[in-house]
């Protein structure tokens, strides 16, 4: 169980950027990935800020100038170096995150979508995703972004009231926000996704039913709502710990999430992910490849990524990271065509930790076809199916096991961090017995060898 927790911890840190039957004597693995189409999504990470929330641990960097067309360089020349290891024949869609890569030139985002093109299939109409605050996103900039090759737009609003937004440390106040959206869905017109913090220290379930609302007048196609997460070494976390500032209490922050669903949901929005809401079809695509396990590959610094180096004769998914800071990333990416701090090559049951993980999320779980991709030969109904910890779970509410594969009911969603490590344990026990040899079988060998003697 400890292993199954560490493993947790290890999967959440990732994705916070990703849904057969056996023979005896054959252990579980995943089927070899140079068997499936050589297809990815992209990554690309802009690592600079004008200022850090006070809420914010990521790889992010305030620099007095940064020398765009450098880093531009590097992250077309890493991007043309990671795809041609990989041989990706095809790329299904590109997302430039950060930090703030609306500060970023659109010449910049042309220039790696133009090389992203040149290197593999960029195939006309595929989802390419800026993330932008409503501090730099005037109607020219987002013209010209959308000139570059942008079709969607994914805007860090965080909250519609300007107290709020200045104990985040936001640059921008409500009315910027309001008129970033209104310019945006005017330019990506069913593209426009908004992200919002729910559980802030003094936040009240009123107000949060109110900026919901307001939300809900702003706009109607995407929204992400995360729970706001008091990370060590961040400014907000030492005013709540220092007791500036309230906690919110667990049973709120749960309100909070239920009301948001319910309203949601009312409203047409399909609740596809455990954080991630859409209406009229405007699902995140690039982010489906996360949680459905999918090949991507990270460019720029900290960025990560899951692919195949098929052009060293690799057979088994490798998980990356770049270097994280910028200056670093660029002197290895300028001296060997990428910036690549880490790398391992995952075990199969990584792998279907991974999977089981991410693909969890999503109200889609994870089907039978996918997890057989991974797990030639042991079935999702052979790992789950069996009496234990997951058949506990579907009799108590919280899980569904059936044709359609293994997937949360809405009550397992709203708790999945808590069911993951009997999941996880579940699988490694399952694995771990279809790896070991029949009983006797080993004295045999040995026996056989003594005789030969």
């Known amino acids: 169980m400890a292993a199954a927790r560490g493993w947790l911890r290890k999967v959440a840190a990732v994705a916070g950027a990703l849904p057969g039957g056996g023979g005896p004597g054959r252990a579980p693995g995943p089927a070899p990935d140079t068997a499936a189409p050589a297809t990815a999504a992209l990554y690309v990470h802009w690592p600079y800020c004008r200022k850090r929330c006070s809420y914010c641990n990521f790889n992010t960097y305030v620099v007095p100038a940064v020398d765009e067309a450098a880093v531009r360089a590097c992250l077309v020349r890493e991007a043309q170096t990671l795809l041609r290891l990989s041989q990706v024949h095809s790329v299904t869609s590109v997302f ?49 972004f959308r000139a570059a090759g942008v079709n969607r737009l994914s805007i860090g609003v965080q909250s519609l009231d300007d107290t709020e937004l200045r104990m985040l440390g936001r640059e921008h106040t409500a009315a910027e926000a309001r008129k970033a959206v209104e310019a945006a869905r005017g330019l990506f017109p069913g593209r426009t996704s908004i992200d919002l913090l729910f559980g802030l220290p003094g936040q009240s ?25 008091l990370e060590r070494g961040t400014a907000l976390a030492a005013q709540v710990r220092g007791g500036a500032l309230p906690a919110p209490p667990q049973d709120l922050l749960a309100d909070m999430y239920q009301t948001a669903r319910n309203v949601l949901v009312a409203a047409g929005f399909r609740h596809y992910e455990v954080s991630n809401f859409a209406r009229k079809g405007a699902l995140s695509t690039h982010n489906l490849s996360y949680w459905r396990a999918e090949q991507y590959i990270g460019v720029g610094p900290g960025a990560h990524g899951r692919f195949v180096l098929r052009a060293e004769g690799g057979c088994s998914r490798e998980a990356r990271v770049q270097t994280l800071e910028p200056v670093a990333w660029m002197r290895e990416v300028q001296s060997q065509g990428h910036g690549t701090r880490s790398r391992a090559v995952l075990s199969p049951l990584e792998q279907l930790e991974e999977l089981l993980t991410l693909g969890l999320r999503m109200d889609e779980g994870i089907t039978h076809e996918r997890w ?15 009496p234990g910890e997951a058949r506990a779970l579907q009799q108590e509410g ?56």
């Open 96 to 144: 430039f995150g950060g930090g703030t890569p609306s500060l970023a030139s659109p010449g910049t985002v042309a220039a790696v979508l133009e090389a992203v093109a040149g290197a593999a299939h960029l195939p006309a109409g595929a989802e390419v995703t800026l993330e932008a605050n409503p501090s730099s996103t005037s109607a020219s900039a987002l013209d010209g």
């Open 398 to 453: 919280w899980l569904v096991l059936d044709s359609g594969g293994l997937r949360c009911t809405w009550a397992g969603l709203a708790v999945l961090d808590s069911l993951l490590p009997d999941l996880l344990w579940q699988l490694q026990r399952v694995l771990g017995a279809a790896r070991r040899p029949p009983r006797g079988a080993a004295g045999e060998r040995a026996g056989g060898g003594a005789r030969g003697l």
């Open 205 to 229: 379930r009123d107000a949060w039913a109110q900026r919901l609302e307001a939300t809900l007048r702003l706009c109607d196609d995407h929204i992400s709502l995360y729970q706001l997460t």
């Open 372 to 386: 057989g991709h991974f797990s030639p030969q042991l079935s999702l109904q052979a790992v789950f199916g069996e």
